[in-house]
């Protein structure tokens, strides 16, 4: 653990988000930073790849000592991404809809001058990444909190085919869309060598504690400790399911004998017609291969 010393920040922000919000955040963002005799270097581009291209540039060139992102989980988990296995440490403004990775690491939440405070001021620890890659061993995306397998990655797909309503009440709605028609899922898994067959209703493999606006799915998960924390709901009837489900926001799920836990360095899923989902981001079909990447991140906390 050191102290931050890095003068020259990049920040990286979406511009558009939040009906232009984020362009205020931005900007506000970088006044705090030039305020604490930092350089910023502006890496917003004209488009989402756009911008993340440039800040990845500024990092494998060394033009800058440390990026900021601002935003939601998405946006932390994009910055995981472009700083994994450099030498350049992650800084979090947690402003988004969904903060849990931040919630969870102990960083403020919808406060900016906390966040760039604690930026300027913190220090800087290594910590693990989930490091998902495809049937072929090749690398798809690493991520900061739970990559979802099972009934919430099914919401998750139909939440976002849904126009309508915005913001949480969205996944609210896609999760009752969804119930009478969902039934459990066949999976094959292998964790540290051990193959297993699993019919359930929620597989999620867990580098941090929690997801989805504050569910703590696997609430022992611990970011430092080079493994994964895979969650299993196994097959139960969709009332059960309905009165275990909720707990999840209190961690206490964990109680019921439907709910396993099992941990490992190396897990390999495979199941049909599910996409996967982490840091509330589309990560792609099963097969996949999820390691823990230990401190692979260098992150301001």
């Given at each position: 653990?050191?102290?931050?010393?890095?003068?020259?920040?990049?920040?990286?922000?979406?511009?558009?988000?939040?009906?232009?919000?984020?362009?205020?955040?931005?900007?506000?963002?970088?006044?705090?930073?030039?305020?604490?005799?930092?350089?910023?270097?502006?890496?917003?581009?004209?488009?989402?790849?756009?911008?993340?291209?440039?800040?990845?540039?500024?990092?494998?060139?060394?033009?800058?000592?440390?990026?900021?992102?601002?935003?939601?989980?998405?946006?932390?988990?994009?910055?995981?991404?472009?700083?994994?296995?450099?030498?350049?440490?992650?800084?979090?403004?947690?402003?988004?809809?969904?903060?849990?990775?931040?919630?969870?690491?102990?960083?403020?939440?919808?406060?900016?001058?906390?966040?760039?405070?604690?930026?300027?001021?913190g220090s800087v620890r290594s910590m693990d990444l989930g490091r998902v890659s495809g049937p072929d061993g090749e690398p798809v995306r690493d991520y900061l909190g739970v990559l979802s397998c099972g009934f919430d990655a099914v919401v998750n797909e139909r939440a976002n085919r849904m126009?309508?309503?915005?913001?949480?009440?969205?996944?609210?709605?896609?999760?009752?869309?969804?119930?009478?028609?969902?039934?459990?899922?066949?999976?094959?898994?292998?964790?540290?060598?051990?193959?297993?067959?699993?019919?359930?209703?929620?597989?999620?493999?867990?580098?941090?504690?929690?997801?989805?606006?504050?569910?703590?799915?696997?609430?022992?998960?611990?970011?430092?400790?080079?493994?994964?924390?895979?969650?299993?709901?196994?097959?139960?009837?969709?009332?059960?399911?309905?009165?275990?489900?909720?707990?999840?926001?209190?961690?206490?799920?964990?109680?019921?004998?439907?709910?396993?836990?099992?941990?490992?360095?190396?897990?390999?899923?495979?199941?049909?017609?599910?996409?996967?989902?982490?840091?509330?981001?589309?990560?792609?079909?099963?097969?996949?291969?999820?390691?823990?990447?230990?401190?692979?991140?260098?992150?301001?906390?």
């Amino acid at each position: 653990m050191t102290r931050v010393t890095a003068e020259r920040i990049g920040l990286l922000v979406n511009p558009t988000a939040g009906k232009h919000r984020g362009e205020q955040i931005g900007t506000r963002v970088a006044d705090l930073l030039e305020a604490g005799g930092r350089e910023v270097v502006d890496l917003t581009g004209l488009d989402a790849s756009r911008a993340e291209a440039k800040a990845r540039q500024a990092v494998a060139t060394g033009d800058i000592d440390l990026l900021v992102v601002a935003g939601g989980d998405g946006a932390a988990g994009l910055g995981a991404n472009i700083c994994a296995d450099t030498d350049v440490p992650l800084g979090i403004v947690a402003v988004g809809t969904g903060n849990d990775n931040a919630r969870e690491l102990g960083l403020p939440v919808q406060d900016v001058e906390a966040s760039v405070q604690r930026i300027l001021r913190g220090s800087v620890r290594s910590m693990d990444l989930g490091r998902v890659s495809g049937p072929d061993g090749e690398p798809v995306r690493d991520y900061l909190g739970v990559l979802s397998c099972g009934f919430d990655a099914v919401v998750n797909e139909r939440a976002n085919r849904m126009s309508w309503p915005r913001g949480p009440q969205r996944y609210n709605l896609a999760i009752l869309r969804e119930l009478p028609v969902f039934g459990a899922i066949h999976y094959d898994l292998t964790i540290d060598g051990v193959e297993r067959e699993v019919d359930g209703m929620l597989v999620c493999i867990a580098n941090g504690r929690a997801f989805g606006g504050g569910m703590k799915v696997a609430p022992a998960a611990d970011v430092d400790d080079g493994l994964l924390d895979v969650v299993i709901v196994h097959d139960i009837p969709i009332p059960t399911f309905l009165s275990v489900f909720p707990k999840v926001f209190s961690g206490t799920h964990t109680t019921h004998p439907a709910v396993e836990i099992v941990r490992g360095a190396r897990v390999s899923i495979a199941t049909e017609r599910i996409v996967s989902y982490a840091d509330g981001e589309r990560v792609g079909p099963l097969p996949a291969t999820v390691e823990a990447a230990r401190g692979a991140l260098s992150i301001v906390r």
